[in-house]
């Protein structure tokens, strides 16, 4: 057989397919050893196939559900992901947890605290308080039933910047961040400023200075480095598909060096695979490189005191399926990486047990 | 000053302004000797102020009119162009004309007969009957009133075809096309089909036996060069922003040769300035060259009585905006090349008279 | 262990691993069940590692032969895949099989009737005549020790049309060829031509009427399909990437249907999984779904007689790699498929003995 | 006539016109009023017609001078353009100088001071003491018969700086710069690193403290705005052609607000008509408005003391080839912005006489 499923393996419900982080996902859960991917809900009556979206084996099987017949079918699934716009997540969450199903949501929705949810995504949920952000290398404990997966920017951000504020070496308050996205980032809504004639040949600016990543970075460089920070940041939206680059540039404290620098990372990702780091060299940071790669490339380079990382990741994978799969490793007590494919182009398969 | 129009230039009227078509045809208005660009037609009661979407001198001189300010000012107004979805055009022609308004229409609305235009673009309008094909070198006599302006596929089509036809170069029914668009041939429409992260790394056929330039080349080819056609059309769209390749293939009839076919472009065009041709040598067709230009650039080979014609357009201007430019020189009685930039990027002005 | 190779694995020798071919082949090599990828040769004296130019696991335990160090080792390999430029593989191919080293070269060096492959070529070599062109569905017997892997527009067009000629549907003579390529097609050479700021926004044809496909495509059409062809062929370049889609024109002969055409095809590949094919419908080719896939998509659309095949592949993958890699697996005795990644993204692996 | 040039224009010499900026420069001198460009100087003895390059009226009739003549005619222009590398410009400023010709000069050759120039470039010229640095509002005084026109990062660079430095608004010590360009700005050479296939899909930043013009930037940040900086300055190259824009981050000095931004930019060019700016607001930046236009768009925006400023140029232009047009026009004592295409599209042609 095409599956090597245990048969032991959760019962998996997907939303948003569509998408382009909701393909790769359903592209990524239907190779995962653990996991059955046995339903897609759709968000209207008409007519919807996953495998008219992705192409891999078992997209065939996977069934699909009308938006009415949720309820009565909630109670079978362990996990949902909820790649969906903000306001759908907070409407299908709470339904999904009262049938005892754990949901990892992909957008913004429970990522913040009330009020910033409120005026950046304009929704406000009474789960809030329970979500977990779900930034795996800093996640600790047992997993909520609820786990906010990180948004691209902010993935590509916090994982570069928090082992540095973690071991003290840069002044949090001369932090800079120039980021670049590709265009597969803005979701794959019908607007006219996404239209290829408007997309090629263009690099500007957008959202100066009021981007809703922004107070996702400060509240967990809070909560996770214990630092307040305040940067600038300005994200731009690059005339390619897919891939996000972040540079982070801010004054290390007096006497750090490259090789404190390195420390701090290794450190922080002794036992997480799914970063890899090291000093900058040129040509050694390639979009293609990295595309459908789980992992997050950082790269450093410090002059006289100025530090400038460079913080590479596959918008759609780590920026946010192979994220939730990480997520979803964690609520079963398996490795990240397992089913991810490695950043070698190998699929690693975990050999244990399911929580 | 900066506007050189005579006092004596026809108050002109334009709507559809923010579409790709109508930015490039407020563009060349502007900088026309003969037009006075007065009104914009916004589309419905929103803010709208040309100069947000044309970078050009009197770009924010140019006044606005509301849907239902319309039929109270079309008076004032000698010429129209209607840069416009077919069903907006069929609405909108009879009650400019009605006020003595001449028009120019960019959409399919009036460019096939009536049963083809109702299948085609599910709109038939009465005017039908008296509408003109404004293929500029072809067409003969006093302008009509309403003048239908051709497709981008059709015009880079014809003006390759109809002197092979004339002639009699070519047999009719092994001719085959192939034809490359860039994106914004599709216009500025919110399509999923068209974001960029659609349309990147594509180049596939649409429309296959179906695009709604087929009926309208063979309806022209039969019209100006008295043969009937029914060729092989397939259109593909590109990862390109603007510019239209057609390529057509056919076999010649016995004996003829290049310097035929030469002569063939020689005859047609000898009182057309704006279209280019010749042999066909390794790098001598350039979209970027022909970029915002009003020429069609022919290129042929032949082997051993195999005909390869490849005819290059910028798809906005001589696909659309320049070619509608053209059609109101006609209607002024001035050559055709008045106002529009030469193909070596210079504006050449006509210092003759206005009908 | 990450390599899972068979320790009876023949082992394997590849030049030109730098190249965009020989990249690909070098991570389908590593990945390959029944292959050990030893060593790569480089082309000079320069510091050379694999895993430079390859992220895959096991790339960093190919070793590198410098030029000089050939002949020494030549006796230990089984097999040896040239992806080098014609006169590199003519001088390389008869030391290795002198050796007794199989040859899989991915050159023009090989394909074509000697006096061709010198006009076409520029070089000549004693071991034309024993060479065998690998379309892999279409070679019969036993495999010879020098494959010439084919071109990838030939094999692009040659799978598209060898089942209509040989059931004898099309009027050979009316055939035209209109093809567009990915910019990796034209290799990793440093040419003006090939450089970003020319290649983007252009599609012009190239090599009009003197492509050397045309003769391999003439070729292989009378040797598989016995049948004369002289068809126009017009090769584009396109800014995208990878990807390779050819579109053929041809007139059916009388009361020829599209279910002739789809048993035709079924016929030609009942046996052979890496080509599917159907009747075209909108939005059914795409670049990227093919990427990285071993497969050929073939769309068909017939009108009146005329018949219109779109035939779509991955230029680096079967237009080169994936392709070389299933003459490999004629070679070992083992399914054309084995080690490749199916089109629905999966790693197919033989449990098939190796010869 | 098509050329109205005066009489009295003086001679023109232009070297380098196959690269991306000597085209540009071509086609502008072509159209300029007060310029007779009369030879181009080719590198070699290969045939060489300018209009084979550049499709402009009056291209053809444009002579060829081979590297052997040009001592025996250097004497008959009055002013030579060099679009050269730096180590063509040295070997030809001094034989042009020579004769009475001034030299403006695009390379880096005559920039930096004689050990930068050495180290950056791996040139020192003789000349270095008497060049002047063609930043023309800040220019001064009568010009030297050598000009360094300024390299294109650098161009967008100081003149969104130099106000603010002046003004004394920032703190010198906090500015980050990170810098995009498009991929005609790596010139138009035959390097692997800058195939089509290399570039599309990537954005890495590149020469990551080692650009040659961050010694440019700060040298004249230092020479017009009297303040010592040492910016991180981090550049990219996009797939996009043509472009440039730079992104500068800074602390500003207690008490500053955006109207004494504005103020400060007002003051700098109340007499220099190319640069406009203003606050940033969403969608108001656009690389293709700005092609092929000779402005620099500033924009800027304030918050909480963190000042960000973005500075957007077309890289041939104002980067390169109509910067050049300005130095020319100080050398004539006609206004900058004589004969240049305004950013609105119309050619202002200064009624001033000719120094």
Known sequence: MM???????????????????????????????SARLEFCLKSDDAAFRLDDYVSAPGADAVET?????????????QVAFLATPAEVSVELAPRLLAQGCKVIDLSGAFRLAPEQASSVYGVRSALLSEAEYGLVPF????????????????????????????????????????????ATGAGRKAAERL?????????T??????????????RFAGQFAETVIDPTFTPHLLPIRRGLLSNLYARTRPG???????????????HYPLVRFGA????????????????????????RGKLSVFSLIDNLMKGAASQALENFNRLLGIPPETGLPSSLGEIKISKEGIS
Not at 8 to 30: D, H, I, M
Not at 65 to 77: I, K, N
Not at 205 to 218: Q, T
């Open 3 to 33: 599956h090597n499923h245990e048969a032991s393996s959760p019962s998996v419900l997907l939303v948003g397919a569509r998408g382009y982080a909701g393909q790769e996902l359903a592209r990524l859960l239907l190779a995962h050893p």
């Open 205 to 218: 600016p957008y959202k100066v200075a009021g981007h809703p990543h922004h107070p996702e970075i400060v």
């Open 280 to 303: 900058f060299a040129e040509g050694g940071l390639s979009w293609r490189r990295i595309e459908k790669s789980p992992d997050c490339e950082i790269r450093y380079s410090l002059e």
């Open 139 to 182: 996640a600790k404990g047992k997993p909520a039933r609820l786990i906010a997966n990180p948004g691209c920017y902010a993935t590509s951000i916090l994982l570069a910047l928090i082992p540095l504020l973690r071991a003290g070496l840069i002044e949090p308050e001369t932090l800079v961040i120039d980021a670049k996205s590709g």
């Open 65 to 77: 559900l009308a938006p009415g017949q949720l309820d009565a079918h909630a109670g079978r699934f």
């Open 256 to 270: 750090v060096t490259g090789a404190r620098i390195a420390e701090a990372y290794a450190e922080a990702y002794s």
């Open 195 to 203: 239209l290829f004639s408007e997309v090629d040949g263009e690099c």
